[in-house]
């Protein structure tokens, strides 16, 4: 999340978002690791992390999560970053720090 708040106060929005993904894809990575003792599978959708753990996430932060999750599938994709870019503006990338914050937050309750 340190690199999400660096892209972010730097006005690079885009990989803010990319950032705020990561991040949580590792954390459920790493309560998948923890909850089911094997290695978490090779993949970045994080819905699929969240219910192979079996657990229910309060529905605002579930919202939340599921969102991240498509807006992901697009970041990886540079033909769309221009198009993005306009998308991902300072007060909506601010919400989605801070709404991956509380995700974290939550997630680390899990372990």
Not at 42 to 57: D, G
Not at 79 to 102: C, F, M, R, W
Request: glycine share 4%.
């Amino acid at each position: 999340m340190g690199t999400a708040d660096v892209m972010f106060k730097n006005k690079r929005y885009f990989y803010a978002v990319f950032m705020c993904h990561l991040s949580i894809e590792k954390a459920l990575k790493g309560l998948y690791q923890e909850k089911l003792t094997a290695l978490p599978p090779k993949t970045h959708n994080l819905v699929y992390l969240l219910n192979a753990v079996s657990i229910k996430p309060p529905d605002d932060i579930g919202r939340f999560i599921v969102k991240l999750n498509e807006a992901s599938v697009a970041t990886r994709y540079p033909e769309e970053i221009k198009e993005l870019s306009k998308s991902y503006t300072q007060p909506i990338v601010k919400g989605i720090i801070k709404s991956s914050k509380e995700a974290l937050k939550w997630i680390k309750t899990q372990f």
